[in-house]
């Protein structure tokens, strides 16, 4: 499932803050609880790519996802251009 960065500012209070969605949507301020605050800007943290133990992973958020990305590896590989590589295929496929 698609998993997003969601920033905010809210017309109301003039806060700003984060939340991650699976979708760019619309929130409740956690201020002032003005409702109907968009985004933005949305990050897209669907396919990320992590260095663990001299290796860099390629994580994906699985269709499964609800409340949170649970992701999973799908690669591991030796250098950062690789996984970035093989990240942007994940990305490409999924937005198929």
Known sequence: MAWYL????????????????SCGCDSECPYCEARNVTALDCQDLSVL??????????????????HRADYKPVGAFETPTLAEAFADEVRLRNSA
């Open 6 to 21: 969601n920033s905010y500012h809210c017309y109301q209070c003039d806060q700003y803050w984060v939340e991650e969605w």
């Open 49 to 66: 790519v992590v260095e663990e133990d001299h290796r860099f992973v390629v994580l994906a958020s699985p269709p499964t996802a609800e």
